[in-house]
């Protein structure tokens, strides 16, 4: 067991925590704390760019903190901004364009949910004028240029984090447990899938920098790196299976990013795992797929598996089929109150209240990095090594 322990450093498991513990509790005194310090007692200001689909989601997850405040929103479709801003009774200001945003009413946070393409220019815009900034996946257009924001937010002594949140569900922090306390026996194998037939309001997610990865792919990278930690080199296969799409905002296109990848991830310990994910997968529960008694995930160990039913954005419960528990049985279906949109409240609550959230964004530049070697593997053929590590186990 001591070897599934170690991380891909070679220090143990409890070293690496410890050492990221330190780290973690560095980055809270300079940026978290001083936050709290010099505005006890207030609310987090925060401005949300980017009023699209996504907003009805955010927007009542932020509204329904007592330590979050929306001061303002913005989108390049004015009268979007103008919409939701009456839809939920914000009573925030409104702009047209981050830069007006900015030179508006002064707030804490940005977040970033606009078209996937514009999140890394628009979250660089925000650090610069000393925001911290929740974005949306992903949270920049590479790796490379995650990674800046990062040195950027740091020098700053601003925090940056970007979704998704599936490691805030019960059922993350059950199947992470159920794995570390040895009861699926020495792991192997893990399999992720998501999909459904794609968005049909924007063309963004089909055109260079969308694709099925970045939008879906995602939580299922998020959950396998988290339960098995963070994957050493990639092998993909990504296709566009369906040329064509008729969405709202610009009729008939051309899809130009992958609607269809499946990826191998090699992790630790000789653990490898698969993704698959697509945006022609029929699907009836499609995006409320709280009745789906059906499981999208399963981690396999010698002495048992377990499997994720809904999806680790939506999470139904844990079926543990192992040597213990005959015949299989359903667990942990409470989801405690967490929400695939939580992201933004969780981590603006965590500025006010001076604690460290579990989502970490060195996680999400993981996750970055394997889309983008993902689809260097599909180019060329070829395993591709990654370099990025973030803080792990999670819980
Ligand atoms: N829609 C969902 O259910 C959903 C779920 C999870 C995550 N997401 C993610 O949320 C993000 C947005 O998706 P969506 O479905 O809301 O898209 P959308 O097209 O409905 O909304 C995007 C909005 O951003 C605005 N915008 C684009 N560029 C801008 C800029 N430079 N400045 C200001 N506004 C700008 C657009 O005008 C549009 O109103 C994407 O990253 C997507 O992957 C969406």
């Known amino acids: 067991m001591e070897n599934q322990n170690q991380s891909n450093s070679g220090i143990s498991r409890k ?25 006890t007692g207030k609310k987090l200001k ?14 009542p997850q932020l509204l329904s903190s007592k ?34 945003m900015l030179a508006g009413v002064p707030f804490d946070m940005i977040v970033t949910t606009t078209d996937m393409q514009e999140h890394g220019q628009l979250n660089k815009i925000a650090l610069m004028a000393g925001k911290h900034v929740w974005s949306e996946k992903p949270l920049a257009n590479t790796y490379a240029e995650g990674k800046a924001l990062l040195e950027l937010a740091k020098s700053k002594k601003l925090r940056l984090w970007g979704a998704p949140a599936v490691v805030d569900s019960p059922q993350f922090a ?15 194998s893990a399999h992720a899938q998501y999909g459904h037939t794609g968005p049909t309001w924007s063309a963004f997610f089909y055109e260079n920098g969308g694709g099925s990865m970045p939008d879906l792919g995602v939580y299922n990278m998020s959950t396998l790196t988290g339960l098995l930690g963070p994957a050493k080199s990639v092998m993909a296969m990504t296709s566009i299976v369906k040329p064509f799409r008729t969405v709202d905002d610009k009729g008939k296109i051309k ?15 000789n653990v490898i795992s698969h993704v698959m994910c697509g945006f022609n997968f029929f699907d009836q529960h499609g995006h409320e797929a709280g009745n ?29 089929d192992t040597l213990e528990i005959q015949p299989p049985r359903l667990e942990c279906t409470d989801k405690g109150g967490y929400e695939w949109q939580e992201g933004a409240r969780v981590v603006g609550e965590s500025i006010v209240n001076v604690t460290e959230p579990l989502i970490n964004v060195e996680h999400a530049l993981h996750v970055l990095e394997i889309i983008e070697a993902a689809r260097k593997s599909q180019l060329e053929g ?9 803080p792990f186990p999670v819980v």
């Open 67 to 100: 330590f979050i405040e929306v001061v303002s929103l913005c989108d390049i479709k004015y009268e979007r901004a103008l919409a939701q801003n009456k839809l939920y009774n914000v009573n925030a200001a409104t702009y047209p364009h981050i830069e007006k």
């Open 46 to 59: 925060v401005g949300l760019i980017g009023c699209g689909s996504v907003s009805n989601r955010y927007l």
């Open 174 to 188: 059950y199947m992470s447990k159920a794995i570390r306390e040895g009861k699926l026996g020495l792991i192997s």
């Open 382 to 390: 070829e395993r591709i090594w990654l370099e990025s590590k973030f």
């Open 15 to 39: 070293q690496f925590i410890h050492n990221s513990a330190l780290a973690g509790a560095t980055l809270l005194l300079s940026s978290l704390e001083s936050w709290a310090l010099t505005n």
């Open 255 to 269: 899809v130009e990013a992958e609607d269809n990848a499946h990826l191998l991830l090699e992790h630790d310990n």
């Open 292 to 320: 789906q008694t059906l499981h999208s995930i399963q981690i396999y160990g010698d002495k048992g598996n377990l499997r994720l039913i809904g999806y680790d954005w939506e999470t139904n419960g844990v079926v543990m």
